[in-house]
């Protein structure tokens, strides 16, 4: 198994331009989400997904779109970088086994935002 | 104030020195998971506890429900265990919220 990739690992925009952050797993995992880490604050949740199809806001959504057209891609889609969206970006995906979890993590994509 | 507070932010140690890094919050949880973070950035999931202890090799984690308190311990570090620490609490699903890491260097 890849487990969780991501691409591209690193990447430069303009102010107003718009990209997607790809992101795949290839362990059947329902529960798939995004993820910014800024220095000194923690992991802070942009957009979930709990199955194809399905996908809803985290704690900070404003900027940033979702879809989740297969179980396997989660692409995250910046629809006008700003400044204010440099940060590193995870994936991850959850493996739920009874009450157990496991969360497997992509290895990210440093974005900076001129 | 921060849902998820851990301590210390920053934490020197000698290599051989038992370690504890400490997770405290604020809300009602499901579960409490330990991340380690590499220095070239790739995140692990170490444990999901929801009650008691649990150990793997020379990492033990604890969680006291009532206190809303978890502990990560190291026994007899190693300059590998160098990382961030992170906490986060489960409070519904599967949504984590995230405390700010720990960084812990161990010098040889």
């Known amino acids: 198994n890849a487990g969780v990739t991501q691409t591209p690992k690193f990447q430069v925009l303009k102010t107003g331009q718009s990209m997607t952050l790809q992101c795949a797993q290839d362990?059947?995992?329902?529960?798939m989400s995004w993820y910014r880490q800024d220095p000194g604050m923690g992991l802070r949740l942009i957009h979930y997904?709990?199955?194809?199809?399905?996908?809803d806001q985290g704690e900070v959504p404003n900027g940033y779109n979702v879809s989740r057209s297969t179980t396997e891609d989660f692409p995250l889609r910046l629809l006008s970088a700003a400044p204010s969206q440099t940060s590193v970006y995870f994936c991850?995906?959850?493996?739920?086994?009874?009450?157990?979890?496991?969360?497997?993590f992509g290895p990210g994509t440093r974005l900076l935002v001129l | 104030k921060n849902e998820v507070e851990q301590s210390p932010q920053n934490l020197t140690a000698q290599e051989g020195e038992f370690i504890t890094i400490n997770c405290s919050y604020s809300?009602?949880?499901?579960?409490l998971h330990w991340l380690q973070q590499h220095p070239g950035g790739g995140i692990v999931s170490l444990f999901m506890?929801?009650?008691g202890k649990k150990k793997h090799g020379r990492l033990i984690a604890t969680i006291n429900i009532q206190e809303k308190h978890s502990s990560l311990h190291i026994t007899a570090s190693h300059p590998r265990d160098s990382a961030v620490y992170i906490c986060?609490?489960?409070?519904?699903?599967?949504?984590?919220?995230f405390g700010a890491g720990t960084i812990l260097r161990v010098k040889s």
């Open positions: 991850a995906s959850t493996e739920t086994w009874g009450k157990r979890e496991t969360q497997y």
């Open positions: 362990m059947n995992h329902e529960y």
């Open positions: 997904s709990v199955g194809a199809g399905i996908t």
């Open positions: 809300v009602g949880i499901s579960a």
């Open positions: 506890l929801s009650s």
């Open positions: 986060a609490v489960a409070q519904y699903g599967n949504k984590l919220v």
